[in-house]
């Protein structure tokens, strides 16, 4: 069957760095997304990684390692505002995206 | 201008009834979606279109019903409402179906429309 897993929620520091991780198994494989969901609003797009490695982006940055099945956001310079959930999405063969429950990140003062 | 807009935000109803929810999305893409999110944070894609034609019909209970009357247009109807309906529907749209799966666009997300069945 087809699976993402990530933590369900995370607590980090203002001004740190977190990472947050995200394995998954799908049938065939078009992509990794990460995108972002505050309280109550719409998902909205970060990152999409389709080969191995690290992709920068400003304070964001998605690491992909398709031989692993697993992929990561890392966040720097941690800001208040970016206490959010964090979802992890990879399309499918058919372009389906099948989408992780999201990691809750708290962050502290 | 609100890119994908979805009407109404917030629908508590009765079980039993019947709901629809509006989707319209101003920018000229061919794909529209519908997603549920529930109360665990599952997106879980329910529908998709492409220039008002269904290509992606995942196991939905034949009381949901889409409905594309144009490209800009996916409404959602549902019938004989029951408690697990409840949760967030959210409406959104790609280029195409393949951009939106290949990173070459992304999915635009509308603001998402809480139903509460009692």
């Known amino acids: 069957g087809q699976n993402i897993d990530q933590p369900t929620e995370m607590t980090a520091t203002e001004g740190a760095i977190v990472q947050i991780n995200c394995t998954y198994q799908?049938?065939?494989?078009?992509?990794l997304f990460w995108y972002q969901q505050h309280a109550g609003e719409a998902p909205t797009f970060l990152s999409y990684n389709v080969l191995d490695g690290l992709e920068e982006k400003g304070r964001f940055s998605s690491f992909l390692s398709r031989s692993k099945g697993y992929s990561y956001l890392l966040l720097k310079e941690l800001q208040m505002k970016d206490s959010a959930s964090y979802l992890c999405?990879?399309?499918?063969?058919?372009?389906?995206?099948?989408w992780g429950a999201g990691t809750k990140l708290i962050i502290k003062p | 201008d609100t890119a994908v807009s979805q009407t109404p935000k917030y629908l508590v109803t009765q079980m039993g009834n019947d709901k629809s929810i509006k989707c319209e999305q101003n920018l000229g893409h061919d794909t529209m979606y519908w997603y549920k999110q529930d109360s665990k944070k599952f997106l879980k894609i329910m529908f998709s279109?492409?220039?008002?034609?269904?290509?992606i019909n995942e196991t939905v209970p034949n009381r949901f019903s889409p409905k594309s009357p144009d490209k800009a247009h996916l409404n959602l109807h549902i019938n004989s409402l029951e408690l697990g309906d409840s949760a967030v529907y959210f409406c959104?749209?790609?280029?195409?179906?393949?951009?939106?799966?290949?990173?070459?666009?992304?999915?635009?997300f509308g603001p998402g429309t809480r139903l509460t069945v009692l």
């Open positions: 279109y492409n220039n008002k034609e269904l290509i």
């Open positions: 959104a749209s790609s280029q195409d179906l393949v951009s939106g799966a290949l990173g070459l666009d992304t999915q635009y």
């Open positions: 799908t049938s065939g494989f078009n992509g």
């Open positions: 999405a990879a399309s499918d063969s058919n372009y389906q995206l099948i």
